[in-house]
């Protein structure tokens, strides 16, 4: 059958099973709080070797198989109508049966009727669904994870039939859906015990194991058959019901003996671990049942079986743990707990049975300081003190008893730290680890492996004459990158399946990985123990912790290893590198020199440059200086006219007589008059060549001092004067409180020069007249900016990242160089150390922003009177 067909059978048996699981609960949660005979009576009448102690006033065995005839008198046909002649009364009322024995005997007996409790329905069938639900849900999980095992299907075989055996014993008493189906259940009980003691905890008899299996099945299948026939006769029933419970602890007994063979004989330690652990649970889920049963098919049906349904479920339990786990070490885990956990439980109830017996033989009864709370708390509080140290001791006892640890590992531990901290190769690793191994676990043989790309292991050793390589499967490969412990244990585990050959190639029983971190580095290889014991979970966490250590060992090999290396080339390249050096020196000499040379010709290069943008300023001005020299020299030349012709008439005047004093006063004073108008004309004049001359000098350092703003925006608006009236233009500025900077005035000036040409440019480009242009200076705590604004459109998109870049420029070549505002930001950064930046709104109009260093003013002092 395909896994994938058996898994959908899985599925639909547990779908099954939890519809049965569901309907049993419900008919028999109906029977709490009714009133019951005090015992349980079957469809035939007869009473079942099922009963708690306290009922049918304490002596129900004495019913035990006999058939109910009568209830005070009156015959009773079926056992509805026994428990309907019962349920009218009220709990306490007395009541006579009349009872038919398997061999034909009469018995009368009179027993109190009694309700049945919620407790009654936990002891009885609480444990019966209990353990339905472990045996089904264990089989058919084992069988949905592992199809292909042959112990998970023994395990389903056992778990239906033991499932379906004591779900349906809780409807054997009342409404009697499942009898049949019980019956049927009972039946295969053995012969699914005897299957499964046939794959567990080895496969036997693999060639003949069907033949034996339907034979098996088809025998007790008669049974089944004659079972379901006799249902109706109580003597036949009582017979086959006998000799089926004794197949059942023949069965059980069967388990246990297989289980305890296979841990003493099995020559393998997986196998004797997975049984270890089913012997724990067998041992308490059927030794219990199989003595109970055994005893009642002796005693003819006198004994309750009821007792052993508590512990049943431990089997299938340990069983499924044992078949679906495969790694020794977490079983050795599971199985050390629990046997520690066993023997505590059992120590501290023998110490707390043993001190109140104590208390009751050596006290008298009633004594007061017997039946004290307080004492009964010291006790308890004794107990718990007691404990920890029993714990202990009883670990310390399992451990040595069933694990026998022959090291202390904390020991060998700092052996094997104190042996690989001084050592310097890998030779040296190897050989140190394995000197620790053979004093710890004395392993026959011991390898250590290098690993290498995509799983492949090279084997690292003490003079061994040659690597050994060879490639680990893919799965092995991915468990050891995970840092997985590989046993060899996990293919021998009963099922005959071949043993990767791997295995045999390394000769070894675990494969344990050496990791940096996270990624592999080695594996240690470890053969047989001379002692011939298994490897425990003691030796995998020492192994784990030793894997840590050598992990370190080689990686510190290996950078010694490198230092070697490195010390053996030393010297010869400390002279290349001595004689690289030298030409580098004179390479950087000669590069340093180069770059210097650049940096000057960079400086002449960088102040012709400002030189000739200064000059092309001021050509583009050309027209305006002109206009601005010719008007005051015009008016000169007019005032030298009009002298000339008052200095004729006054000589003219001197000896004519008509002329009176009056007549040269006012020559007189016309005269002086015109002079000074020609005088103050020739002033402006050379005031604006002075302010021209200021703005065409070459900078220097000298130069630098403390000015105030609104001189050097007053020059700049006398420069542009003849430039603003011709664009209709006019320049306004304002500022908040005297802005006062150090530096040179006229860097500043041809800043300032070049921001208004452009947004002079920038109006008649757009063709806007009557323009303004607005210059506005503020302080900014220990800074001062000037802000530059126009309202001509702004700056397209496109150009705004590249304004200030050298050669870009949107203006007609005729118009601009594309050096202005690149020489402005110059200028501003390193003559004022200061910043020069734009905002523009398309459509509206463009923001320059110039932040400089302020000179802040001294506060004057009043002088002390």
Request: some cysteine; proline content about 5%; overall charge neutral.
């Amino acid at each position: 059958m395909s896994p994938r067909l058996l898994r959908g059978g899985v599925v639909g048996a547990a779908l099954a099973a939890g519809v049965l699981l569901l309907v049993v609960i419900v008919n028999t949660a109906q029977w709490v709080g009714t009133t019951f005979p005090g015992f349980f009576v079957m469809s035939n009448r007869v009473v079942p070797s099922i009963a708690l102690p306290d009922w049918s006033d304490g002596d129900a065995s004495r019913f035990f198989q006999h058939q109910v005839v009568a209830v005070d008198g009156v015959p009773v046909p079926t056992a509805a109508a026994v428990y309907e002649q019962v349920r009218q009364r009220a709990p306490g009322t007395p009541v006579e049966y009349s009872f038919r024995s398997p061999e034909g005997h009469s018995l009368v007996a009179m027993v109190h009727a009694r309700r049945f409790s919620t407790a009654d329905y936990v002891l009885i069938f609480g444990a019966y669904l209990l353990n339905g639900v472990a045996f089904l849900g264990t089989g058919l999980l084992v069988a949905y994870l592992k199809p292909r095992n042959a112990a998970s299907l023994g395990l389903l075989a056992a778990g239906l039939t033991t499932g379906l055996f004591v779900t349906t014993a809780a409807d054997l008493y009342g409404p009697y859906w499942f009898v049949r189906l019980h019956l049927l259940g009972e039946s295969f009980l053995a012969p699914a015990f005897f299957h499964l003691a046939l794959v567990f905890p080895t496969e036997r008899l693999p060639r003949y194991r069907r033949r034996v299996l339907l034979g098996l099945y088809g025998a007790f299948a008669l049974l089944a058959a004659a079972y379901e026939v006799v249902l109706g006769s109580p003597s036949a029933y009582t017979a086959v019901h006998l000799l089926a419970t004794a197949t059942h602890g023949l069965g059980a007994l069967t388990i246990i003996a297989v289980v305890v063979y296979g841990l003493v004989t099995s020559p393998s330690a997986l196998v004797r671990r997975r049984v270890s652990v089913v012997a724990l649970g067998t041992l308490a889920a059927f030794l219990t049942p199989a003595v109970l049963m055994a005893a009642s098919a002796f005693y003819g049906g006198k004994v309750p079986l009821n007792a052993g349904a508590f512990t049943a479920f431990l089997f299938p339990v340990s069983l499924a743990y044992a078949i679906v786990k495969q790694d020794l070490f977490e079983i050795d885990v599971m199985l050390r707990r629990a046997t520690t956990y066993a023997a505590v439980v059992v120590v501290i109830g023998s110490l707390y049975l043993a001190l109140l017996s104590a208390d009751a033989y050596f006290l008298p009864i009633p004594s007061p300081v017997a039946q004290s709370p307080l004492a009964l708390a010291i006790l308890n509080l004794a107990l718990l003190f007691l404990i920890a140290p029993v714990r202990a001791r009883v670990q310390d006892g399992v451990d040595r008893l069933f694990f026998r640890k022959a090291y202390d590992a904390e020991q060998a531990l700092s052996e094997l730290s104190h042996a690989l901290v001084s050592v310097h190769t890998l030779g040296e690793v190897v050989a140190r680890t394995h000197a620790v191994m053979a004093t710890t676990m004395c392993p026959a043989s011991a390898a250590t492996f290098l690993w290498e790309a995509r799983g492949q292991l090279l084997r690292a050793g003490e003079g061994d004459g040659g690597a050994v390589e060879l490639t680990l499967p893919p799965a092995l490969a991915e468990r050891i990158e995970r840092g997985e412990i590989l046993a060899r244990y996990e293919w021998d585990d009963g099922s005959g399946r071949a043993i990767p050959p791997v295995w045999h190639t390394l000769g070894a029983e675990l494969l344990v990985p050496i990791r940096r971190g996270r990624a592999p580095m080695g594996a240690l290889a470890l053969g047989r123990k001379g002692s011939g014991r298994p490897y425990t979970m003691h030796d995998a966490a020492f192994l784990r912790a030793a894997a840590s250590q050598i992990a370190l060992a080689m990686t510190n090999a290996g950078a010694f290893a490198r230092l070697e290396s490195l010390n053996a080339s030393l010297e010869q390249q400390v002279q290349e590198r001595t004689a690289s050096l030298a030409k580098a020196n004179t390479d950087l000499g000669c590069s340093l020199t180069e770059l210097r040379t650049a940096y000057q010709q960079l400086e002449r290069n960088q102040a012709s440059l400002m030189r000739a943008e200064r000059l092309a300023t001021l050509g583009r001005l050309t027209a305006g200086i002109a206009h601005e020299v010719n008007s005051p020299l015009g008016a000169v030349i007019n005032s030298l006219k009009i002298l000339t012709d008052l200095g004729r008439e006054y000589a003219d005047s001197i000896d004519d007589p008509e002329v009176t004093a009056a007549d040269h006063h006012e020559i007189a004073r016309e005269l002086v008059q015109t002079a000074k108008a020609a005088v103050g004309w020739a002033r402006k004049a050379a005031g604006f060549v002075g302010k021209v001359r200021i703005q065409g000098r070459e900078p220097r350092s000298a130069d630098a001092g403390t000015f105030e703003v609104a001189t050097v925006v007053a020059d700049v608006e006398a420069l542009l004067q003849h430039r603003l009236r011709t664009s209709t233009c006019r320049l306004d500025f304002g500022e908040e409180s005297r802005v006062t900077l150090h530096g040179d005035p006229a860097r500043l000036g041809q800043v300032l020069i070049n921001l208004v040409t452009n947004a002079l440019d920038a109006y008649e480009d757009a063709g806007i007249s009557d323009g303004r242009i607005e210059i506005h200076a503020r302080h900014a705590g220990a800074s001062a900016v000037l802000t530059v604004r126009d309202w001509a459109g702004g700056i397209p998109a496109a150009a705004l990242p590249k304004i200030f870049d050298e050669l870009f420029t949107t203006k007609d070549p005729t118009r601009g160089t594309g050096l202005g505002l690149s020489i402005a930001r110059h200028l501003i950064e390193q003559s004022f150390d200061g910043t020069l930046t734009v905002e523009t709104e398309a459509g509206v109009g463009s923001c320059f922003a110039i932040t400089l260093p302020a000179v802040r003013e001294q506060p004057s002092t009043a002088a002390a009177g």
